[in-house]
């Protein structure tokens, strides 16, 4: 039934669930599973040293984080105000590498055989239905939220967008 299945992942609690229902589904229909992670362009400095801290991110990449994030707390003094700070790219791939290969060690500790792992930059919901259509998946199974709640209201539902335009069959987890 399932060849191939596409779950999007953040680390959020409910992307992890996700990764629990497509590792059953695939171990049961002996399908490929393909991790894709987004990079977290809208997520604060927190957001992403909390996500590394549960990740166990190597010491150097929590530096860099902290290094932004004095750098946010100085200029937001000196401006006497939030100063919005832009995480450099190659800061946030370096986290969706850390998140695609967690999500690939948790599908593999479940008795996931096949697994690939992409990490791309832009809009979520239309490189996860990219994904869809390239990978020609079977089924995306994904969290019904991520990462950050006022991030998820400002830009709308990223699981809503794809469950009303993929072709294929969307399992969303909550």
Do not use: Q, W
Request: charged fraction near 25%.
């Amino acid at each position: 039934m399932f060849e191939k299945i596409l779950v999007p992942v953040d680390g959020s609690v409910h992307a992890n669930k996700a990764i629990d229902l497509a590792a059953e589904l695939a171990v049961k229909f002996k399908a490929k599973v393909v991790m894709l992670h987004v990079l977290l362009n809208h997520a604060s400095v927190s957001e992403l040293m909390e996500l590394c801290e549960r990740l166990n991110a190597p010491d150097d990449l929590i530096a860099k984080l902290k290094e932004i994030e004095d750098i946010l707390i100085n200029t937001a003094t000196v401006a006497y105000g939030p100063v919005p700070v832009v995480v450099p790219v190659n800061i946030l791939e370096e986290v969706g590498y850390l998140v695609a290969d967690n999500a690939k060690k948790l599908a593999e500790a479940e008795g996931v055989d096949d697994v690939d792992v992409h990490v791309r930059d832009g809009a979520p919901a239309d490189l996860i239905l990219a994904a869809a259509d390239h990978e020609n998946a079977d089924v995306i199974v994904m969290g019904s939220r991520g990462l950050g709640h006022l991030t998820g209201m400002l830009m709308g539902s990223v699981s809503h967008k794809v469950n009303h335009l993929a072709e294929c069959t969307c399992i969303t987890v909550k």
